[in-house]
């Protein structure tokens, strides 16, 4: 390269708003204003319900990937959506959809939290789990040893697109709550090695592994979309089971030294129409 010749300029990056991997995540949550509700007319009322249907209808042509509605308990809200999308504007519309709504002038938007789905640093890749197996007594290349490794390694994939792009369960409760993990001077997650928080987590994990079939998690990431770093989504069988794995996980180490948690939405999943009846909004 001659004296005083530039460097070959790299190709501009392509804007975009898709992540390199996973999803959008919002969860919204609403409540009515009575009063305003009752100021509607009857043709109002029933116009808006349409409306709000149509907009969170998980098959309609401008639903996000994923989409839930449900309904909360106590006095936090009336009811919440979560919803999941590669494009966070498509995720966004649908809130702007219920506000412009016939029904928008009574919706009290409550509390959101913004987030995207990932895969954790702490799920183990299959050398890691290997060596944990070996960790825990395994004899390498047992009979058991080697039956766990390879149903693992046929399972990790189908873990990591849940993780990354989730289906629902059939649960009819739900629960989601934000958390950071501590900063403080004594207790401070980041400054532990990667060793002690992944020594941690798995401990968390097993916790949780005791309810499957009961409830299932998924975990997404706030770190610089919203205040708390993280967002945890419960679904579960019954709601009991929500209480008890709360219960559970809060005495590993890793929430009972380090976890701050947020507030708590409780609610049940529904359908729009099953939750205007419940909220008796239109009937």
């Not at 009063?35 to 309609?60: F, H, K, M, N």
């Not at 409550?110 to 640093?121: D, N, R």
């Not at 993280?230 to 209480?243: C, D, I, Q, R, S």
Request: aromatic residues 10%.
């Amino acid at each position: 390269m001659s004296h005083g010749s530039r460097p070959p300029q790299q190709p501009p990056v392509e804007p975009s708003l898709e992540l390199e991997s996973g999803w959008h995540c919002s969860h919204l949550y609403y409540r009515f204003d009575r009063g305003v509700l009752a100021q509607l007319s009857p043709a109002d009322l029933a116009t808006g319900r349409a409306e709000v249907i149509a907009a969170l209808e998980p098959t309609g042509d401008h639903a996000p990937a994923r989409l839930q509605a449900s309904v909360v308990s106590g006095h936090k809200a009336d009811f919440g959506v979560m919803a999941l999308d590669a494009n966070p504007l498509k995720i966004d519309a649908l809130n702007q959809r219920l506000l412009a709504s016939r029904l928008g002038s009574a919706l009290i938007p409550t509390y959101s939290f913004v987030s995207v789905t990932e895969i954790s640093e702490y799920v183990p890749s299959i050398e890691q789990y290997s060596q944990r197996l070996i960790d825990e007594g395994e004899e390498a290349g047992s009979p058991a040893y080697n039956a766990k490794v390879k149903a693992y390694e046929g399972r990790l994939p189908a873990m990591n697109r849940q993780r990354l792009t989730p289906d629902f369960p059939p649960y009819p409760a739900t629960c989601f709550y934000p958390m950071n993990k501590k900063r403080k001077v004594v207790e401070n997650w980041f400054l532990l090695s990667f060793d002690e928080r992944n020594r941690m987590m798995a401990e968390h994990a097993r916790s949780g592994m005791a309810f499957a079939g009961k409830v299932s998690q998924l975990i997404t990431v706030g770190l610089g979309f919203d205040d708390w770093e993280w967002g945890v989504t419960l679904w579960a069988h019954n709601p009991e089971f929500l209480k008890e794995i709360v219960y559970k996980m809060r005495f590993d180490e890793a929430s009972a030294r380090y976890a701050e948690f947020g507030p708590f939405y409780t609610s049940y999943v529904m359908s729009a129409t099953e939750m205007l009846d419940h909220c008796r909004v239109g009937v």
